[in-house]
Structures are given as structure tokens and as C-alpha cells.
């Protein structure tokens, strides 16, 4: 985890109230990510494009690029073995009548390994690192690692040119015995440093645009947990074994056909489940600790419409009323899909360790425990009850704009202050997305290299 993450994993917002999940390995976060592979919902790209005005997104090309990205990874939508917990989350929907969705995965129909969130032990889940990154090696590519990027070199442009500067490349440093400082020189500069990292590089190396670093979206998270001892269950397998996510639901507002809530299932391996745990007593935190292997989780994610600031090595985000209402619908309705798939016991994370037996629970009993679960607030708050809240999808810190007041980057992914410098990672994403963003941010990428190879092409001429 300490070699896969962006500061070990322990990468928090500035109140401590979120922890980041963010990739930095070869791959970044495709060879972190749960397999989920969730295309853009035409109400996201209806808006982007049409009410945005930002070009990337039109409608013929940009579905297009999905269906390429989506045939180079190999998603897949059969599930022929479904992990333990995803049974859970498909039963209990289906008996409270709720819509269940079978998770499009960029893995093969027999995947079954509960590891890909630290990479897939069996290669099986095809990330960045086995597919594209291949294909530009093939292409001559030279892919160098343990190296950061510090700083982008800027030289002004002529007298009267649109632009004032120009990236001529990018000095980094690198962890070598012999070589510490290298200098790379190129036609075209493209930074993917990923959300929260582009923001620093663009802003140290003298670029001013007042959009870069803000509209952090993150796709905020809490989870609900429910214990199914292994006697008399129809449930097969423990909490850790099968893949990740194979079964989602999603809960629409009324008038909306984007979901903004959707609950999901997680990676939760047993150093993770212990430090979640609310210490209630020695013997509580034993017999919790035993029944790590039957204990089935669900998630909340919510479309958020927070936005928060990466600036001076410091991420601050706060949730609007509307998300916190939103997490709080996600996280009963979590609760109750449990319940009804023949949970023993459900719970929160919630410091005071929040818990409903279920053993015999009348519908009213159910109610009034439900009424008592919200969206605390993070650890460190001072409040009586706090919680653990985390999320895996940052997006939007430089994001793309029909204007220079809109965007830190043209509908292409340009910059508007240096030519010759593009940023193609999710921080150009316009909003928050609502699903998970990895066929979003790869189409995009796809899109905005398909012009540029274009025009470079073309200038070559």
C-alpha cells in the first residue's frame, strides 16, 4: 500500500474528514481500482457537451472513443461466479424490489480475485499497465519510473501571440544512485499527474489561471456493514475472496436520470476492517474482529455537488447540505438492503459504534434505529459522534472550459496561458461524474490524444 498510493495511503483533506485513495504507481489508479468500468451517462455527456459547450464531449466522437477504450481493456458484463458480498447487495435488493445492475468490469467472465485493489495478483484485470502503457513501449515509448516531475519549463512567447508562454519541456527529479535531476525537452508537454497532484505541478512552475486547483470533485463515501454467520446461510465465501464489484444499485432522484447515489461493494481487507472498527470494549473489538470473513459491506457514493481546492500541498473540501442528505438516504438504504438479504446484525462506522440486531426486528424497531443514522461528521471534529469517510474519485481540479474564466484548459485539454502544454487526467473532467470514472477519464484521454497526434501529424507535413 505504502508503494501504491499517493502518500501512503494516508493522504487526507485538511479537517481530516476524508481519506484519499489515490493511485500513484505505474498505471495510477487503473491497476488500484475495483475493475469497475462504468461508461459516462448520456445525461453527463448531454451536459457537458451542450450546456458546457466543451468539445471533447460531443456525442458521435466521444461515445466512439468509449467503445475503443472499452475494447482495448476488455470489459466484460457476464459474471459467471459472484463474490460474497456482492450476492448480499443482488439479494437484498431483489427483495425489497429494487433495481440491481450488473458492474461492466475490464476483466475476464472467470475473474475471481479479491486483490485488485493492490494490483491483480493473476494479471487477469487489464489496468493501464498491460494494455495502453504496452502499446506505447511498442511504439517506442520509454517509460521512466521513481520520477517526479518538479517543474515545467515556460519560455515566453513573441509579441502579440495569444498565448504569452510556451512548454518547452519539464525538469524532474529521480531516485538514482548516479542521477538525481533530469531535464526532458518535447514538441508537446502532457501532464497526468492525476487530480490532486496536476494542480501543484502547473501552479509551481508559474501558471496563474484562478481555475487551476479549484472544483476538486470526490465522490464522497461512507459504509454500512452487516454480519452473516456461516451456519444456515445460502451465501458462499468470505468478505475478501471474488471480485470486488460485479453488483451495483443505484438510487435516482425523482426527476433525474443520473444517479446521485449508488451503492457499490468494497475491497476491505483485515488490517482496513480493524482500524474501521469504533472501539466500544476490548471483548466487542475481539468478537468484531473474528467475524471479519462473514462480514458483508455496502457502500454510499454520492454525485457530490461540494467542490473543494487543492492549493499549497493542502486539499480542503466541505460537503453541501444536499450531499450529506444524499449519504444519509445512501446509508439507510445500505442498512436496509441488508437487513433484508438475512443480516444477524447491521451497523455504521460510527464512533460510538452504531449497531441493530436484526434477530426478530419488527418494521417499526428498524424505522426508529434507521432515523437515528446520518453522515457524521470526520475525526476530527470535537463532535460526540464522528466517522471514517473516504473516496476513491478525485476529479475536476483543472477543469476543461469553453472560456479561459470557465476552465484552466480549453474543451481540448490544452492550457490557455502556455501553448504546446495539455493536461489528460481526470482533473479536466467539468463536474462531478456520478459513476465510477476510469472509462470516463480513459475515453477523454483518448479523445483529447487522438487531436493531438493529429496535429502534430499535421505540422510534420
Known amino acids: 500500500m505504502f508503494e501504491m498510493f499517493e502518500a501512503n495511503g494516508l493522504l487526507m483533506t485538511h479537517d481530516g474528514r476524508f481519506r484519499f485513495m489515490a493511485g500513484a504507481i505505474l498505471g495510477g489508479g487503473s491497476v488500484v481500482n475495483w475493475a469497475a468500468s462504468l461508461k459516462t451517462p448520456d445525461a453527463i455527456i448531454e451536459e457537458w457537451s451542450v450546456d458546457k459547450g466543451i468539445a471533447t464531449f460531443a456525442r458521435e466522437g466521444y461515445t466512439a472513443a468509449m467503445e475503443s477504450v ?21 439479494k ?11 458492474v461492466p468490469r475490464n476483466s475476464s467472465d472467470e475473474h475471481y480475485c479479491g486483490s485488485c485493489s493492490f494490483g491483480c495478483k493473476t494479471g487477469d484485470k487489464r489496468g493501464t499497465n498491460i494494455t495502453w502503457l504496452v502499446d506505447a513501449v511498442d511504439n517506442s515509448a520509454v517509460i521512466l519510473t521513481q520520477c517526479r516531475a518538479e517543474k515545467l519549463i515556460l519560455a515566453d512567447t513573441e509579441t502579440g501571440r495569444r498565448k504569452k508562454k510556451r512548454c518547452l519541456g519539464v525538469t524532474a527529479s529521480i531516485s538514482n544512485t548516479t542521477i538525481n535531476k533530469i531535464e526532458i525537452n518535447a514538441k508537446v508537454t502532457v501532464v497526468a499527474c492525476g487530480s490532486l497532484m496536476t494542480p501543484g505541478l502547473l501552479s509551481s512552475s508559474g501558471l496563474k489561471n484562478r481555475n487551476i486547483g479549484r ?12 454480519y452473516f454467520p456461516e451456519k444456515n446461510s445460502s451465501f458462499n465465501g468470505a468478505a475478501h475472496e471474488g471480485e470486488i464489484m460485479t453488483s451495483l444499485h443505484y438510487v435516482f432522484e425523482i426527476d433525474s436520470t443520473t444517479p446521485n447515489i449508488t451503492l457499490e461493494t468494497p475491497a476491505l481487507g483485515p488490517g482496513t476492517f480493524a482500524a474501521l472498527v469504533p472501539w466500544v470494549s476490548g471483548k466487542d473489538m475481539k468478537e468484531r474482529l473474528a467475524k471479519y470473513a462473514r462480514t458483508s459491506h455496502i457502500f454510499v457514493t454520492v454525485r457530490d455537488e ?3 481546492e487543492v492549493k499549497g500541498g493542502m486539499v480542503k473540501y466541505r460537503l453541501t447540505k444536499a450531499d450529506e442528505e444524499n449519504l444519509t438516504t445512501g446509508l439507510r438504504r445500505a442498512l ?13 462506522y460510527r464512533s460510538d459504534g452504531q449497531r441493530l440486531k436484526c434477530d426478530g426486528v419488527e418494521e417499526e424497531d428498524l424505522e426508529k434505529f434507521l432515523e437515528t443514522v446520518d ?5 476530527v471534529s470535537m463532535s460526540r459522534w464522528w466517522t471514517h469517510s473516504f473516496t476513491a474519485h478525485q476529479m475536476g481540479c483543472c477543469r476543461m472550459g469553453a472560456t479561459e474564466e470557465e476552465g484552466a484548459v480549453d474543451g481540448y485539454g490544452e492550457s490557455w496561458e502556455a501553448e504546446g ?7 479536466v473532467l467539468p463536474t462531478a461524474l456520478g459513476v465510477n470514472p476510469m472509462i470516463t477519464t480513459q475515453s477523454t484521454a483518448y479523445c483529447i490524444s487522438k487531436r493531438l497526434a493529429a496535429l502534430m501529424k499535421k505540422k510534420q507535413d
Open 306 to 308: 461540494g467542490v473543494g
Open 336 to 348: 436496509r438492503i441488508l437487513v433484508a438479504a438475512g443480516a444477524e446484525e447491521v451497523g455504521t
Open 421 to 427: 502544454l495539455y493536461v489528460c487526467d481526470a482533473s
Open 215 to 226: 472544483g476538486l470533485h470526490i465522490h464522497p463515501i461512507l459504509m454500512a456493514w452487516g
Open 70 to 90: 472499452c475494447k482495448r481493456i476488455g470489459v466484460t458484463e457476464r459474471v459467471i461466479r459472484e463474490g460474497f458480498q456482492n450476492q448480499i447487495l443482488r
Open 92 to 102: 437484498g435488493c431483489e427483495k425489497l424490489g429494487l433495481d440491481v445492475t450488473v
Open 375 to 379: 453522515a457524521p461528521p470526520g475525526v
